[in-house]
Structures are given as structure tokens and as C-alpha cells.
């Protein structure tokens, strides 16, 4: 079956980086756009990130762009995300998805069809 394992979470400072790494088994992802979201405690899950299939095109939030760069490598069916100049409030559960359509990105959690089980980003002040 279909299994998204995302790592890469952990304690860090503010200012620091991280990156997270999600790899797909089960089926091969190369025309399916794929994105990361994350979820505080107490909040809705929101969008962070997505790349087409190609790799080609992003998008970001205005709450990470110029911080968190998302990147692809469809050899290792594998999405990334590479955080830098972290903060506290982006502390919260990341995930990695895989839209339900060909070709096609979006923000919407419910337009992905496939999730990972999350991995815990923590900055401390």
C-alpha cells in the first residue's frame, strides 16, 4: 500500500534550520504534485509548501517564503523541505502530502490524497 514516512524533525533554536525529507513507497508519485503542511497544537492544519511533478514549479505561504525552500528528486520518490531562519510559531506537526490529481498543485489539505504520519518541529526562543 501506499506509505509516506516524513524525518528530519527536531529541537532547534530560532534562527537555525532544519530539513525535513518524506519518502513515498507503494506507488511512484513523478506526475502527482506533492506539498507539506503542518498543524500547532489547538490550530488548523495549513499550508507550507508544494512542488509540481516536475519539480518545476513552487508555491509557498507568506509565512515561509524566502525561509523554506521544497524540493523534489522523483528517482527517490522523495519531496523535501529544506527550513531556514526558523521561529518559534513555525513550531508545529509537519506533514507531507500527494495531490489527489495529476499535473495540478494546490493549498488545500483536501485536495491531497495521501499523507505521511508527521514529524515534530520544535523552536525554541
Known amino acids: 500500500q501506499v506509505q509516506l514516512v516524513e524525518s528530519g524533525g527536531g529541537l532547534v533554536q530560532a534562527g537555525g534550520s532544519l530539513r525535513l525529507s518524506c519518502a513515498a513507497s507503494?506507488?511512484?508519485?513523478?506526475?502527482?504534485?506533492m506539498g507539506w503542511f503542518r498543524q500547532a497544537p489547538g490550530k488548523e492544519r495549513e499550508f507550507v509548501a508544494a512542488?509540481?511533478?516536475?519539480?518545476?514549479?513552487?508555491d509557498y505561504s507568506d509565512s515561509v517564503k524566502g525561509r523554506f525552500t521544497i524540493s523534489r528528486d522523483n528517482a527517490k520518490n522523495s519531496v523535501y523541505l529544506q527550513m531556514n531562519s526558523l521561529k518559534p510559531e513555525d513550531t508545529a506537526l509537519y506533514y507531507c502530502a500527494v495531490h489527489r490529481t495529476t499535473y495540478t498543485m494546490s493549498k488545500i489539505p483536501g485536495r491531497y490524497n495521501y499523507w505521511g504520519q508527521g514529524t515534530q518541529v520544535t523552536v525554541s526562543s
Open positions: 507503494g506507488r511512484t508519485f513523478n506526475t502527482y504534485a
Open positions: 512542488i509540481s511533478s516536475s519539480g518545476g514549479t513552487t
